[in-house]
């Protein structure tokens, strides 16, 4: 799986729309980008996914760059309960797809009142 | 509760002493997988079953760990003679494939805290 680039840390203040960044300069064609992310003393949730196009669903955007060697996921209205360890994961939808994810150490999230 | 369940939360024990870890994944996934956490990292994978196939254990720590599934079911994760340095959370996850989505978006439990003393 391409490695992936994410800060350590962000804050942001609760009721606006939570930026985070990742890069992932090496991704090939076949490779999704994912995000989890981790509210403290739960296991990973997942969030969202994308190849090329930008996604949204009801927790999230996806907006991958053309060149689809970075992406943002956006938290539209961050709320307290968005405070997190948010995971960047770049790996296929085939083959190894379904096999074991590769986590980095993520980005803490940290939502402001 | 559908979800992916593990039993105990927590668990002590001393170090030398061998613990055993449950995990009951979503009922319609046949994927099952087993990760580490230590503090201020992200999960670390350690192997998975399709089934009760155990299709990847290269990942595995040590001979000390071992897992099984063996009704494609529930499965199982034990440490023999454990050390203080497995002191972490152990996650188990589920996921369904081939998926007639576009993703395999795993699904995961709360996890099982261990402290060796």
């Known amino acids: 799986d391409a490695k992936t680039t994410q800060p350590t840390s962000m804050d942001c203040a609760e009721g606006r729309a939570a930026n985070l960044p990742c890069n992932h300069s090496t991704i090939s064609g076949n490779e999704y980008v994912y995000w989890y992310r981790q509210i403290h003393s739960q296991g990973p949730q997942y969030i969202i996914h994308?190849?090329?196009n930008n996604e949204t669903n009801e927790m999230a955007s996806l907006i991958i760059t053309e060149d689809r060697k970075s992406s943002t996921l956006i938290l539209p209205h961050a709320t307290l309960r968005d405070t997190a360890v948010y995971y960047c994961i770049v790996r296929p939808n085939s083959g190894g797809g379904a096999d074991g994810l590769t986590f980095g150490k993520g980005t803490h999230l940290i939502i402001q009142p | 509760d559908t979800g992916v369940s593990q039993d105990p939360r927590h668990k002590i024990t001393k170090r030398g002493q061998n613990v055993t870890f449950r995990c009951d994944p979503i009922?319609?996934?046949?994927?099952l997988y087993w990760y580490r956490q230590t503090l201020g990292q992200g999960p670390e994978f350690l192997t998975y079953?399709?089934?009760?196939?155990?299709?990847?254990k290269s990942r595995l720590l040590s001979d000390r760990f071992s897992a099984e599934r063996p009704k494609g079911s529930f499965s199982t994760l034990e440490i023999q003679r454990t050390e203080q340095g497995d002191s972490a959370m152990y996650l188990c996850?589920?996921?369904?494939?081939?998926?007639?989505?576009?993703?395999?978006?795993?699904?995961f439990g709360p996890g099982t805290r261990l402290t060796v003393t």
């Open positions: 996850a589920s996921s369904l494939f081939p998926s007639d989505r576009s993703s395999y978006e795993q699904y």
């Open positions: 009922s319609e996934h046949n994927r």
């Open positions: 079953f399709q089934n009760e196939a155990q299709l990847e």
């Open positions: 994308g190849l090329k």
